[in-house]
């Protein structure tokens, strides 16, 4: 799927601290725990399908200073997260990494990408 979809990196967070338990890619810095995904604010970063895209870093920088020092050491330039929720709680999130980059997705790409990684991130959350 990276090859695919020229992705840079996939990462699979699941468990109460949203801990890596699995990824591919060239990763520097890699992040173990994406704690800030159990922020309700940061939750209201996914649409009603529970995806988020991120291509400006900027936000984060702003809004979630640990999570953009994180991203930015990660060298992300973009990133595409989908978040599976059980009882109220976010149970995985699938993270599909840029590096150094934010390349503009087609429709179709992006349309592929999505389906993809819901799948996924519900699987990882079983």
Known sequence: MCAGFDIDGAAVYTGDDMHRSISVGKYV??????????DKKYQELFDEQGVYMESTMSRLKDSYKEAGRMYVSQENGKFVQFMAVREGRPAAVVAFDFFNRSPKLGGTDTGMIRIIGAFMAEVAAE
């Open 29 to 38: 810095n890699p992040i173990q725990n994406l704690t800030w995904a159990m």
